[in-house]
C-alpha cells in the first residue's frame, strides 16, 4: 500500500495547490499536508551588515559619543 505521495507544486491564483498521482485512487480519503518552502533572502551587500548586530553603532558620531560616556564614568 502507499503510505505517501512527496511533489513540488507551483501555488496558483488565489492559493491554488492541485495535486495530481495515477497512485491515487478514486474516492480515497487522504490527508493533506502543505509546507511551504522559505524564501530566499536576496544577497546583501556587506555595507548593509554595519550598524546591523546588537550593540553596534551606525555612525562614527556614536562611536564618540559612547566612548566619552564611558570615560565619563572612569572620572567619577
Known amino acids: 500500500m502507499l503510505n505517501g505521495i512527496r511533489q513540488k507544486v507551483i501555488v496558483q491564483t488565489g492559493g491554488v495547490v492541485e495535486l495530481q498521482s495515477p497512485d491515487l485512487p478514486e474516492g480515497a480519503i ?44 572612569w572620572d567619577s
Open 30 to 73: 487522504v490527508e493533506v499536508i502543505v509546507l511551504l518552502e522559505p524564501e530566499i533572502e536576496q544577497s546583501r551587500t556587506l555595507t548593509s551588515f554595519i550598524g546591523a548586530a546588537k550593540g553596534s553603532f551606525l555612525t562614527p558620531e556614536e562611536v564618540d559619543q559612547f566612548i566619552r560616556q564611558e570615560r565619563d564614568t
